[in-house]
């Protein structure tokens, strides 16, 4: 089951890095204010989805090596290799974020009740 969810995991993660890489516009809410989004464009999209692809190869090499059935202690190669990858997702991810603007959300929408009691306190 474990192996199935990792699996899963990886794909997610590849299919949506290359999805981001080709689109180019992503809008990320913001988990505080939903009025707001984090816009990657350009640059930060790429980056983004260069992080999401890295990640999806991290997971690769790590099912791999644990397929393989070798022991850590004697598998300084994979660490290496897994070291690298890590930093790359995490240097990758962090350059999107500072690469990418905080806008209003443009798929927000005011709740019902919020929209209303603005209406009514607006009227004479």
């Not at 090499?61 to 070798?70: D, K, L, P, T, V």
């Amino acid at each position: 089951m474990m192996r199935t969810v990792s699996l899963f995991v990886v794909m997610l993660s590849a299919v949506g890095g290359l999805w981001i890489v080709l689109r180019g516009d992503f809008y990320l809410p913001n988990r505080f204010d939903p009025s707001l989004a984090t816009h990657f464009a350009g640059l930060a999209a790429r980056l983004l989805g260069a992080a999401l692809i890295a990640l999806a190869a991290a997971g690769v090499n790590f099912m791999r090596h644990m397929a393989s059935g070798m022991p850590v202690a004697r598998a300084r190669q994979w660490q290496w290799r897994q070291f690298v990858l890590v930093s790359l997702t995490i240097i990758l991810f962090t350059a999107a974020f500072i690469g990418a603007e905080v806008v209003p959300n443009p798929d927000h929408r005011p709740a019902a009740h919020a929209r209303a009691d603005r209406s009514a306190a607006q009227t004479p």
